[in-house]
Nanobody
Framework: QVQLVESGGGLVQAGGSLRLSCAASGRTVGNLAMGWFRQAPGKEREFVAAISRFGGSTEYADSVKGRFTISRDIAKNTVYLQMNSLKPEDTAVYYC?????????????????WGQGTQVTVSS
């Protein structure tokens, strides 16, 4: 069983930066495909970024491309989401997720394990 715990959310002004962390236990992140999703009030959960199972590729939603970076530290068994140039529309609860597919997946239903979420609020 895989457990995921997010941290690093908070309140930031537009144009600022945050780094989210997702600490995994039960399995190494080096053997998992990892993703970040977000959900704003009244909206569906949406894909933000993902890294493939063995780290060979990353994918980003168009809305965050060039501003967000997903990475992982196998020694710390942690995945990160570096978020720069934040905008008010980035405000949401951000979730870390994992699956055992080899390639990047974009749909929430394709992920087996989820963290509890961390709130990110960007003020204008």
């Amino acid at each position: 069983q895989v457990q995921l715990v997010e941290s690093g959310g908070g309140l930031v002004q537009a144009g600022g930066s945050l780094r989210l962390s997702c600490a995994a236990s039960g399995r190494t992140v080096g053997n998992l495909a990892m993703g970040w999703f977000r959900q704003a009030p009244g909206k569906e959960r949406e894909f933000v970024a993902a890294i493939s199972r063995f780290g060979g590729s990353t994918e980003y939603a168009d809305s965050v491309k060039g501003r967000f970076t997903i990475s992982r530290d196998i020694a710390k068994n942690t995945v990160y989401l570096q978020m720069n140039s934040l905008k008010p529309e980035d405000t949401a609860v951000y979730y870390c997720a994992a699956n055992t597919y080899f390639s990047v997946r974009f749909q929430p239903t394709e992920y087996d394990y989820w963290g509890q979420g961390t709130q990110v609020t960007v003020s204008s």
